[in-house]
């Protein structure tokens, strides 16, 4: 098929780079790289009717994604993920039109399987020969299977208190794990300080150009799941902050090619109480993030003290006049009962996350009753 | 949408039972029964055309399923499961067809939602108040969130030593469970003795008519996915037996309305070394098997030590020229590791048992290296 990627471009100085060698951040400012297409090319020859007889598969929006050759393309099956609307829930605090993306439902048991299928297919077609993560555990999980899947060998590191799910199921995919003793932003300087004697190549979250071209699937699922008309709220829990920045960039894309109009959800980022850089920066106002001191929270997920893509997600919560809310350990474990009692719906606790913030939300007039609110469980539950 | 249900059908002694209200086995013969549809309306009238413009989830077989008022389904978006070309590890065994249908992607990560989904539908429909199951594990974890999203009280009793994550996610959708000293087939007995006092409705497998009835589309699903012709093998893990059961009573009624031929793929049945009375039936030619003593495995979802589908499961095996082999725990573990590392798929032991499957059986000559081969990895790891 047609190849409508052209190259990468750095999302804060705007430098070009070729997509046709390696690349992690841009040379100059060390910021995140975007991939960029030909959109205008696809304006009027490519339309949300062609997408019917194609399965239902995030590889759908071939397009739009940064994949050359098909022939790279590493697959386990990245299905739609259900859009649940959530009656129950909604009815008990209000909502009538509340509505759950079920994340834990694509390889592995969370949305990391997006960027991680679009990095891994990408790596492989760039011949890249070693892999090195840092990860608060689903990435890692995602991460082993897809390179097993490729055959290219992974390095992994997180924190020695990552859940024995993602410490078992990467040494079952053959994956060298080591466990350090530190958050993901330590084991991101290890991975950094290593690389270039390893020869590995750092896959770390919007270091990467590709695993971003993944999640904003999440995205073009949620658009075409709602005939083609963005939803007013979405709720989603903030790490490293791919999925908000993501989704941001895929909706551009999609009114770029004439698919949705101008109209963007307002992005709500969760995060824990015990680790919120991005809820501290947007109450001040600032447009980036400082590093968060102690972090703390039994949403593993969440507790990233600092992300290298922090100003593109309060852009997004900017632009599109979000908000940015921290939730409490409590209100998480009990969230995380909450969902499976209204809804049937297991979640993770960054999931769970979203779920704990409505009722702030709701209070402090955020969301309104009858607004389309969207919440992302990004991952399943995990004994 | 236009109900096809006629009644439910003894499938042992043909005696006929009305669906609306709740039914368990046969009152003559105590066999399972099974729905029946009025197929011959369905011929020329309902056509695989019909299904493109359909949601990807396994409701879009609706008019084959019992459901009779569409607001009475309980759904959690049941999504097709993915179909993967094992490409590395058919390589490694000399098959050129090496399909896997990677059940973990449904809700609770098991093909059990298939099941419960259509049971707790049904019992919604039927105005059940209560309702009681025995299980190994993953019926559970699935009974409990389909009930708790019905709102209907669930009673689970199980194993002590069931795994955490289905102790815990049972408990969290807040049924009520209750741990046993014994295998499945005690707890059973447990739900057997008090329904009546109580006033549970037994969901045990095929003592309830209508989780076959969710089993089945696995077979509706693996037919559209090859194009209505169907592979030549499937090997499917036993331990209740309606994988088994479910899928050879799909292919009959798809046969009916004309959507596939007369070809059958050969079923082959994998039990563990430790609970193989199926494979003892098959191996002595007996149409029944007797119950197995001592009954120990790895994989809790094979220690069934006596179906009472046994009679079925010989028979699809019988009739479809097909096979019934045993592997051993050590080859589950070693299949647990080999998955991942030439598939990306993470599996839990009973899926693991099918893969351990093909050495002995390509050895045997059971299966040719050109065939087309699906194995059901029925659930995801859990840690």
């Known amino acids: 098929m047609e190849n409508y990627l052209l190259h990468l471009e750095c999302s804060s100085c705007g430098e070009i780079y070729p997509h046709e060698i390696p690349q992690n951040v841009c040379h100059s400012c060390g910021k995140p790289l975007f991939a960029r297409y030909a959109l205008e090319q696809l304006v009027d020859t490519w339309k949300p009717e062609h997408l019917q007889t194609r399965p239902p598969s995030l590889w759908r929006y071939r397009e739009l994604l940064p994949i050359c050759a098909d022939e790279h393309i590493v697959s386990l099956g990245e299905t739609i993920t259900p859009l649940i609307h959530a009656k129950r829930l909604g009815a008990q605090l209000g909502l009538s039109e509340l509505w759950i993306k079920d994340e834990s439902r694509l390889p592995t048991g969370s949305f990391k399987a997006r960027g991680l299928a679009m990095a891994i297919s990408k790596a492989k077609e760039l011949d890249i020969s070693k892999l090195a993560i840092p990860s608060a555990g689903n990435a890692a999980t995602a991460l082993s299977v897809y390179a097993a899947c ?215 007039g955020i969301i309104k009753p009858s607004e389309q609110v969207v919440l992302f469980n990004t991952g399943g539950y995990q004994a």
Chains 1, 2 share one sequence.
């Open 150 to 364: 490729a055959g290219i060998p992974a390095h992994i590191f997180m924190p020695k208190d990552t859940p024995v799910f993602n410490q078992e199921t990467c040494r079952l995919a053959g994956a060298n794990v080591t466990l350090i003793d530190g958050l993901i932003t330590d084991a991101g300087k290890i991975v950094a300080d290593r690389k270039k004697d390893a020869g590995w190549f750092d896959v770390s979250t919007l270091k990467e150009p590709y695993r971003v071209e993944g999640k904003k699937t999440m995205g073009f699922e949620l658009a075409e799941q709602f005939g083609w008309k963005l939803p007013d709220v979405i709720i989603y829990p903030t790490g490293g902050g791919t999925g908000i920045v993501g989704m941001w960039k895929g909706f551009a894309e999609l009114e770029a090619i004439g698919w949705i109009g101008k109209k963007r959800p307002r992005f709500i980022s969760v995060q824990a109480a015990g680790c919120a850089p991005i809820v501290k920066a947007w109450e001040e106002g600032k447009s980036n993030a400082e590093p968060w001191q102690d972090a703390h929270t039994v949403a593993g997920g969440l507790r990233v003290p600092q992300a290298i893509g922090d100003f593109l997600i309060l852009e997004a919560i900017y632009k599109s006049e979000g908000a940015a809310v921290a939730v409490t350990d409590d209100a998480i474990r009990e969230a995380m009962q909450l969902l499976p009692t209204t809804e049937g719906i297991l979640t993770c606790p960054e999931g769970a996350a979203t779920v704990a913030a409505l009722k702030p939300l709701i209070a402090n």
